[in-house]
């Protein structure tokens, strides 16, 4: 078994319509964000159309004499979420006299940063049989000093910490095959107003905060 593993940040929007393969790209606030369907679960792509369409707006690396065969994705949101405690002294002090937080949204669907994933690739004959794990910080946008207290109330979790996400995975590659995995790791965005609470001062709209809640996994199945 031939494994390699790479890390790569490559801005790329994947947009693909086809019969078979439909993602709803958008832009929430970054230009390099995909929305997952959250009915598309364990699809299998094997239409040629759609198999071309990938490979172009996801610039693969095919090994030579090769070409994409299948393409396969899974959404995994865990239930339990490790919490890893990652408080320094320069986190923002605690403001609460000063701002108040109104109109608290839960996004959805849970979307992936098309650029942040992990990759690795397997050649055939092979059974792989792994857990994969990302640890992942909180990616917050809140224009003003305003304390971690304040937003944790309000959005339930505490925005300082790095969260830890693993899902077992288990797959087998065929002889003559190779197996390209990408694994990306889900946020949940949760989107609020905030207010100066003395003079009720509007001070910043769609304040958010995106929450590591799960994996997006891609496979791409190499065959002659």
């Given at each position: 078994m031939v494994k390699k593993f790479v890390s790569v940040f490559l801005p790329l929007i994947f947009c693909i319509y086809s019969a078979v393969l439909t993602y709803a790209v958008t832009d929430i606030n970054a230009s390099n964000v995909d929305i997952h369907a959250e009915e598309t679960q364990n699809i299998c792509i094997t239409d040629q159309d759609a198999l071309e369409k990938i490979v172009q707006m996801k610039n693969l690396q095919i090994p030579e004499g090769y070409h994409l065969e299948c393409y396969a994705q899974s959404f995994y949101v865990g239930n339990e979420y490790v919490s890893a405690d990652n408080h320094n002294s320069f986190a923002p002090k605690?403001?609460?006299?000063?701002?108040?937080?109104?109109?608290?949204?839960?996004?959805?669907?849970?979307?992936?940063?098309?650029?942040?994933?992990?990759?690795?690739?397997?050649?055939?004959?092979?059974?792989?049989?792994?857990?994969?794990?990302?640890?992942?910080?909180?990616?917050?946008?809140?224009?003003?000093s305003i304390g971690n207290s304040t937003v944790k109330a309000a959005v339930g979790y505490d925005i300082t910490d790095t969260y830890t996400i693993s899902k077992e995975f288990s797959v087998t590659v065929s002889a003559g095959k190779y197996l390209d995995i990408r694994v990306y790791p889900l946020y949940r965005r949760t989107t609020f107003d905030i207010y100066n609470q003395w003079t009720g001062e509007f001070v910043q709209r769609d304040a958010r905060t995106d929450q590591p809640v799960g994996l997006y996994i891609e496979q791409y199945t190499y065959s002659k």
């Amino acid at each position: 078994m031939v494994k390699k593993f790479v890390s790569v940040f490559l801005p790329l929007i994947f947009c693909i319509y086809s019969a078979v393969l439909t993602y709803a790209v958008t832009d929430i606030n970054a230009s390099n964000v995909d929305i997952h369907a959250e009915e598309t679960q364990n699809i299998c792509i094997t239409d040629q159309d759609a198999l071309e369409k990938i490979v172009q707006m996801k610039n693969l690396q095919i090994p030579e004499g090769y070409h994409l065969e299948c393409y396969a994705q899974s959404f995994y949101v865990g239930n339990e979420y490790v919490s890893a405690d990652n408080h320094n002294s320069f986190a923002p002090k605690p403001r609460a006299f000063v701002y108040r937080i109104e109109n608290v949204v839960v996004r959805t669907p849970d979307f992936y940063y098309v650029h942040e994933y992990e990759h690795d690739i397997y050649q055939g004959p092979a059974t792989i049989s792994t857990t994969f794990t990302q640890s992942k910080a909180v990616k917050k946008s809140i224009g003003v000093s305003i304390g971690n207290s304040t937003v944790k109330a309000a959005v339930g979790y505490d925005i300082t910490d790095t969260y830890t996400i693993s899902k077992e995975f288990s797959v087998t590659v065929s002889a003559g095959k190779y197996l390209d995995i990408r694994v990306y790791p889900l946020y949940r965005r949760t989107t609020f107003d905030i207010y100066n609470q003395w003079t009720g001062e509007f001070v910043q709209r769609d304040a958010r905060t995106d929450q590591p809640v799960g994996l997006y996994i891609e496979q791409y199945t190499y065959s002659k």
